[in-house]
């Protein structure tokens, strides 16, 4: 599902266009057949999927940083099976060119556009070669503070600095969760932002998922920011709360995002 956010007369912007996906980790109780299956029935086409989900039965419950080529391969299948395409892939556990490589081949099977991750400074040159290389960009995560040296835009900013196929995933709950503004994070990184992952965080204690629309963020105000960048990249929505049973929730939040004004 794609939105088309409106100009000022009225008629859709081809440049301002975005694709609403899902991130896979919102389902990660469940296997990857499941998971897929939950995303198609929230009526999207993309997801972003992440490399320590363990797989399944399917996959002889490896993860997917662990398949080898004919699970890349059944992974590719299912994917066309259920109408969907995977944008990104979030990479945790590469720590060399050789893991890297790796995962840059998958995406490449896989018609990947990105692989989301927050790599070390020393390997900054590394993966920037490599995604030019392979055509598929790397958006570095902004996880919350004490959890990533990424928490912050500037960090974000020193690693793009020369670094042409380096952007930025912005993550807006994890910003909340920092104790900063989301919109002004965005207006920091324009120009920058590859992707995004959609959550909302509680009002009063500002570090709880809640259902999209509901929290902190200020989601109209993310909308005209992301329309005044002309924003065209991938906002997956990522939710991490009850998620044994989560797929209501996830559909609601692509909806709430899609028409929201």
């Not at 662990?66 to 992974?75: E, F, I, N, P, Y």
């Not at 040296?149 to 020369?162: F, N, R």
């Not at 996830?250 to 909806?255: G, M, S, W």
């Amino acid at each position: 599902m794609a939105f088309t956010a409106k100009s000022t007369n009225g008629k859709a912007s081809k440049n301002e266009k975005w694709k609403t996906g899902i991130a896979l980790y919102s389902f990660n109780r469940y296997p990857f057949r499941k998971a897929l299956s939950l995303s198609k029935e929230s009526e999207v086409k993309f997801v972003e999927g992440f490399s320590f989900h363990n797989m399944g039965p399917d996959f002889d419950n490896k993860t997917m940083g662990g398949l080898d080529a004919s699970g890349v391969a059944l992974v590719k299948k299912m994917l066309k099976d259920n109408g969907l395409s995977m944008s990104s892939i979030y990479v945790s556990d590469a720590k060399n060119a050789t893991e890297w490589k790796k995962f840059f081949d998958m995406g490449r099977e896989l018609g990947i556009k990105y692989l989301v991750c927050e790599p070390s400074k020393s390997q900054w040159n590394t993966i920037d070669s490599l995604a030019g290389i392979y055509n598929i960009k790397i958006a570095i995560h902004e996880h919350k503070k004490g959890s990533s040296i990424y928490w912050h835009p500037d960090s974000v900013l020193a690693a793009i600095k020369g670094h042409k196929n380096i952007g930025a995933c912005a993550d807006l709950g994890h910003w909340v969760r920092s104790g900063l503004d989301p919109v002004k994070c965005l207006k920091m990184l324009d120009g920058h932002i590859i992707g995004i992952h959609l959550k909302d965080i509680d009002k009063s204690d500002h570090e709880t998922d809640v259902d999209l629309g509901t929290g902190s963020i200020d989601y109209p105000a993310v909308v005209k920011e992301l329309r005044r960048q002309k924003f065209s990249g991938y906002a997956h929505v990522e939710c991490e709360h009850n998620m044994e049973d989560n797929q209501k929730i996830v559909k609601a939040a692509v909806q709430h995002f899609n028409t929201v004004n």
